[in-house]
Nanobody, 123 residues
């Protein structure tokens, strides 16, 4: 219904910036709450950021607050994650996710997921 495709991952030096994109091919993108999660090797998938369907409400994990910014462009069916001041511990596969009703920070509550994009931060 709302397939998601992430892009923009890659290799970046610590202190650098990267912008991830998540494109939705569905026709009801604007009505979904969107989030970014990440998963490092051997770790559980963790919440990064979330944005309401209107873009009026955002929330971030403490570990990325002040460095990452989530935004969306409903006209382009795309959600973004601007990542600045990247740290080694930001290395992970980043996933976007969509949820029809309400905001949430728990991965298991999201209905739709992208395939993930790798972000690697080097020293």
């Amino acid at each position: 219904q709302v397939p998601l495709v992430e892009s923009g991952g890659g290799l970046v030096q610590a202190g650098g910036s990267l912008r991830l994109s998540c494109a939705a091919s569905g026709r009801t993108f604007s009505s979904y709450n969107m989030a970014w999660f990440r998963q490092a090797p051997g770790k559980e998938r963790e919440f990064v950021a979330v944005i309401s369907w209107s873009g009026g409400t955002t929330d971030y994990a403490d570990s990325v607050k002040g460095r990452f910014t989530i935004s969306r462009d409903n006209a382009k069916n795309t959600v973004y994650l601007q990542m600045n001041s990247l740290k080694l511990e930001d290395t992970a596969v980043y996933y976007c996710a969509a949820r029809r009703v309400g905001l949430a920070t728990v991965p298991g509550t999201y209905e739709y997921w992208g395939q993930g994009t790798q972000v690697t931060v080097s020293s």
